[in-house]
């Protein structure tokens, strides 16, 4: 699959009618996906290469529907096994140190929307069920345990069990858009964004990244950003250089630290890096009612988002 975005001085839906016109081939069910609003399209590959010379009229950045990863350890790099049923509301380390106990005082997160796109949740974990309120499945196939480790950090219930995550009382939807192997596409993630800025999130949070700059990716970004949604992305694991999402104007990028503060050894830093948050020995839930401790850049994110849920919702109420 190819990727174009064409450039804005030429309206958009001129170029589809030309192309439509000149390029549909009906042997192909589906040659592109549309985003008209940021002016792109996911072009079968061999459509594009068929009528390359007729794509290449318009003035455009054409982009490889590159792979997208999460950033946290991978489950083999994980120390210990996960552990089960915890009898009380655990306030894992993380959750205290950005002050989330404090902030409560003041509201929970109550009626934020909040979209983690990720490797899919846990609906029926006994600390999740009744936070998840909604989500789309764009991927196929099993789930693994990073998104429901991500959606823990943010809204694990108050429930006299388990933890307690940043923003207890937000609501969460699920959107799935990684495999089992921690694994996404280009063309995925701006489905995915495009789910979260129709279904007017308040919050998307992004626990991946890669290292190339995208400019449909950008677009995408832009456009939930100029819908008043709050995009927090995760810095990266590489140790160097942020990667994108989070290196995008307007996206909080998150590093992560451990419980002393000092930036973790793996984290990326530097430019797009607008702040820092715990990500080493987080505690969360994990499928199968169960719990488990990760590093990442991924788990540092979640706690920002949560801050921010905090944030909005004692906005709201403020304004009556």
């Given at each position: ?9 030429t ?20 040659p ?51 552990v ?17 106990e ?8 109550e ?18 069920r ?6 789309v499945n ?114 909080i ?59 909005l ?8």
């Amino acid at each position: 699959m190819k990727i174009i975005s064409f450039h804005r001085h030429t309206p958009f839906q001129e170029i589809l009618a030309d192309l439509r016109a000149h390029v549909t081939d009906q042997k192909e069910k589906q040659p592109w996906r549309c985003y008209d609003d940021l002016s792109c399209m996911c072009v079968n590959e061999r459509v594009y290469e068929r009528h390359h010379s007729h794509f290449s009229r318009y003035s455009a950045t054409v982009e490889d529907n590159v792979t997208i990863s999460v950033h946290a350890q991978s489950i083999e790099e994980t120390t210990g096994e996960p552990v089960g049923g915890i009898a009380t509301d655990e306030v894992p380390w993380g959750v205290r140190y950005v002050g989330a106990e404090r902030l409560w005082k003041r509201g929970r997160g109550e009626g934020v929307n909040i979209a983690v796109i990720d490797t899919g949740i846990s609906r029926d974990h006994y600390d999740l069920r009744d936070r998840i309120k909604g989500g789309v499945n764009l991927v196929s196939g099993r789930q693994n345990g990073h998104g429901t480790h991500v959606a823990g950090i943010i809204v694990a219930e108050l429930n006299q069990k388990g933890i307690v995550g940043v923003s207890p009382e937000a609501h969460l939807y699920d959107v799935r858009a990684f495999g089992e192997d921690g694994k996404s596409s280009l063309a995925t993630i701006l489905r995915a964004i495009r789910w979260s800025v129709e279904n007017r999130m308040d919050i998307v949070n992004m626990s991946f990244g890669m290292p190339q700059y995208s400019e449909a990716l950008a677009r995408a970004v832009e456009r939930a950003r100029n819908q008043g949604i709050i995009m927090v992305a995760s810095a990266g694991n590489n140790g160097g250089e942020v990667e994108y999402p989070a290196r995008y104007k307007g996206v909080i990028g998150v590093s992560a630290i451990d419980q002393k503060g000092k930036l973790a050894d793996f984290s990326s830093r530097g430019k797009g890096a607008n702040t820092k948050a715990p990500g080493v020995d987080i505690l969360s839930t994990w499928p199968g009612n169960q719990f488990r401790t990760l590093n990442g850049t991924s788990m540092a994110a979640p706690h920002v988002t949560g801050l921010k849920a905090l944030e909005l919702s004692r906005a709201r109420k403020k304004k009556g």
